[in-house]
Each structure stands twice: as C-alpha cells, then as structure tokens.
C-alpha cells in the first residue's frame, strides 16, 4: 500500500501553529512510507475563505519547507463531484430527501434543551413519501445513517473509539442551495485523492464516526485515522495568542529557523527516547504514529526561543550570512558586494553565540557596516572619556606600524601595551573604550576578532573619527 496522506487547512486565516505540526506530522509520515503528501485547500466556504489566506498557507508550508507533492486541491473546484455522490446515493436508498422547515428545526432543539438531551435530528422524513413535501420548502438531502449498533474505529492514536449509532442523527449531505456539507467533501475528496492516513487534530474525533458510515455507505476502502491531541498554552487553557501562539509567518518575522520551529513541533505530543535535537533526516528516519501522545502537549514560547538559539549557534556561517544579508543591506540602503559577504561570513562565528534569532544576530553584525562616524550608545559614549580617548590616541600610531593584523598579533600589542603604559592597569580599561569606537556600542564579539575582520584600515579610520568626535 502506497501511503498517502493530506494537510487540509480552510483558508480563513493565516497557518496557525497547530495546524503547522498538523502538517508537519503529516509531512513526515509520508516521508518516513516514502510515499505522498497531498495539500488540500478546503475552500467551500466560499464567504469566508480569501485568495490572501490561500497564499498565506502556501508561504507558510515553504518557509517551513514541508514541500506537497503535485498540484495543490481546490475543494471548491470539486463541488460537481461531490453532488453527484450524493445523488448517487439518493438513488441507491441510502439517502433521502429531508423537508423539514427551519420553524420545525428550531422545535426540535428547543424540545430537546427542555428535556436536557442533546440536540439531533429526528428522522421525520426519513421514510416519508415525496408526494408530502410541503410547498415552498428546498429540501436538504440527508444519509440514511445506520438506527442500531455501533459505529467503531481504531484510531492510530486513541485506540479503540466506540459510538453508539442511536447518537448519531441523519447528517445533511447536501445543503437545501444544492452545496455540499463538510462531511460530504472531506470523504469525496478524501478518497478521490487516494488518502490512506487521515492524520488530524483530536477536535475533529467526533466527526470521525460520521464520516465512518458514509464510507461505508458508499461502499469504499476506508482510511486509517490517527486523531492528534491539541496544543495548549503553558497554564493548560487552549492555546491563543496570549501564549505566544501566532501565525507561522509571525515567526519568521521574529527570527525563527524553519528548522527549530519544525523540531520543536516535533517534539510537542511526540518522543523518540530522550532526544531533544532532532535533525529533519533523523525525524523522517524515526517518525511514527505509536509515538504520539494522547495528553495535550504545552507550547511554551521559551523553550522555542532557546531552541532556536541552539539551531543558531550550530548553524552554518555562509547561511546564516545570506539569511541576514538583505536586511543590513536595507539598513544602509546597497547590497553587499562579494568581499563584504565574505566580512559577514566570517564575523558570524563570533556573532552567532549570543542570538536567540535572526533579527538579534542581523541587529549585532550590523556596525561592522555602518559608515564612520559610528553613532554611539550612551554607554558607548561613557566610555570615550579623558583616559579612554587617552588610550585610543596613544595606540593609533602604533596599531598602523603592526606588520601582521591578526587577532592573536593586535591582541598581544595591546597587551604590551598596557604593560608598558601602567602594569597595573586592566586589558578592559583599553579594551572597552576601543569597542565603543569600533562597533559604537559596549557589547560586540571579542574586540579583537573584531578588528582583525575591520582590517587595519577601517580600524584606524573609526578609531580617529571617534577621538574627532569626542574633541
């Protein structure tokens, strides 16, 4: 058996986080069977749906490099097919033709309210003759659901799941416009698509069963469900926004590696042993369905931001250079040419180690592309006073002369240079005051990393343009 499986998102809005594990789960079981992963976009909802939201779950899936096989599925773009199938069943008995007026509807749950039972249709017209149908009333086209026993799946995640069929009304396959109903179009599309895994949030378990009997009525292989508990925020409510639970796209904007957030959606409601840092061919290698949880996972945004960290540390210098290139190169208004891409390269290895995302590590290499005169912090600028200028003024003439501009040559020249000038004096005392004329701040990489990737020219030149500054 091929597998087969499908993320289904309505597009009324951007991808949330959960349906982006929901995807990803997907994604991964299909990868691990090799098989296919199908993207659906369930659009009947015609007046809520937007072309904007569609595109949103397109950039959010390829960000998140959960990439689908073949063309993307309209719901919509099947609807002909969908009344047929209804019809077919209309046909062959197993549906039929339900009249009741709204009026008659509301009767029927305001009795059931009265008497404290759930609401369900009562199956008035079920075996009514169409000779009765009132004048003026479109009828709805209902299934001829099973009136005894039960209705049972074995859920790949929940086990077992038994449903007395006494608790199941007649659910409407075709609205009375002629438009089909959710259950309906999810089992059409479903099975036209060859769909063998339905995996999907735990919200939609009470649905499972319904769609269960209109398999079965139209006489079709039935998929295997694994039914996901849902994400909720860290005090255990559902999770909204308050929780840090955005659109994918909010965190990408923030700073987010694709590869974190798709190993921290990982890991919430699934386990391999002990692992916290799972590589993608690592997840495809080890994914499976039995190691799910039944109990709702917690998001906690700082685990993410510590995770994305970590991806950040360990990632690769030329990536993570490319990844916060265009935003420098917005920030002073040109591109970066080759030699300044090979500065940014090369400064990551000192930048990556302090950055939970990628607006942090673009924010920190930004002064070594700052055009001199730097602007500085006030703290900077604490730090260019009498002695700090002091030492800055002595050590320009004698940084120029230094033959080699290596970090181990500047740093032992400085170093002999504070022991000349007072033994007693701390590397800080000069070290501070050429951060602040270097980078126009009191936090940067190792000061002398730093002037080592400006070269000595550029070095000299901010060096001078500070003490100007300070005059």
């Not at 309906?184 to 895994?197: E, F, N």
């Not at 999770?239 to 798709?262: C, E, I, T």
Request: aromatic share 8%.
């Amino acid at each position: 058996m091929t597998v087969v499986t499908r993320f289904a998102p309505s597009p009324t809005g951007y991808l949330h986080i959960g349906g982006a594990r929901t995807a990803l789960f997907n994604w991964l079981f299909a990868r691990h069977h090799q098989g296919k992963f199908l993207l659906r976009i369930e659009d009947t909802d015609r007046k809520r749906s937007s072309q904007d939201a569609v595109e949103a779950i397109y950039e959010g899936l390829t960000w998140l490099e959960l990439d689908w096989d073949g063309e993307a599925v309209s719901q919509f773009s099947c609807v002909d097919r969908h009344r047929q199938v209804a019809l077919s069943l209309l046909e062959q008995g197993k549906a039929y033709r339900c009249y009741c007026s709204k009026q008659e509807l509301t009767e029927m749950r305001e009795a059931a309210r009265a008497a404290g039972k759930p609401w369900k249709y009562d199956g008035r017209w079920r075996d009514r003759e169409p000779a009765d149908a009132p004048d003026g009333v479109e009828p709805v086209i209902r299934l001829k659901a099973p009136l005894e026993g039960e209705t049972v799946i074995t859920d790949l995640v929940q086990g077992e799941v038994r449903v007395a069929n006494e608790t199941l009304d007649d659910m409407i396959l075709l609205r009375a416009d002629g438009t089909p109903t959710y259950m309906l179009a999810v089992v059409v599309d479903d099975h036209d698509m060859a769909v063998s895994h339905v995996i999907r949030g735990d919200d939609h378990l009470t649905n499972a069963s319904r769609q269960y009997q209109l398999y079965v009525a139209l006489g079709w292989d039935i998929p295997e469900f694994a039914h996901i508990p849902l994400i909720h925020g860290p005090d255990g409510a559902k999770l909204s926004k308050r929780h840090g639970a955005l659109g994918v796209d909010a965190y990408r904007d923030q700073g987010f590696l694709p590869a974190a957030v798709r190993n921290y959606l990982l890991r919430l409601g699934w386990a391999h042993g002990d692992e916290e840092i799972i590589s993608t061919a690592q997840a495809i290698e080890w994914f499976n369905l039995e190691s799910i949880g039944r109990s709702a996972s917690r998001f906690d945004i700082t685990k993410l931001t510590n995770l994305n960290g970590h991806y950040i540390r360990h990632g690769d210098d030329g990536e993570l250079a490319r990844m916060i290139a265009p935003t420098i190169a917005d920030n002073r208004g040109k591109d970066l040419n080759d030699g300044e891409m090979d500065l940014l390269t090369r400064a990551m290895h000192g930048l990556k180690g302090r950055a939970k995302n990628i607006n942090e590590l673009s924010d920190s290499a930004q002064f070594y592309f700052n055009s001199s005169p730097l602007e500085f912090t006030d703290k900077a600028r604490a730090q260019l006073d009498e002695a700090g200028c002091s030492h800055l003024s002595n050590l320009t003439s004698s940084l120029d002369k230094l033959a080699s501009w290596e970090a181990e040559t500047i740093e032992a020249h400085i170093r002999a240079y504070g022991d000349q000038h007072d033994p007693a004096i701390k590397l800080g005392k000069i070290a501070q005051p050429l951060r602040a004329a270097l980078s126009g701040s009191t936090v940067s990489p190792p000061i002398f990393d730093v002037m080592a990737l400006l070269g000595k020219d550029e070095t000299l030149v901010r060096i001078k343009d500070a003490l100007n500054t300070q005059a």
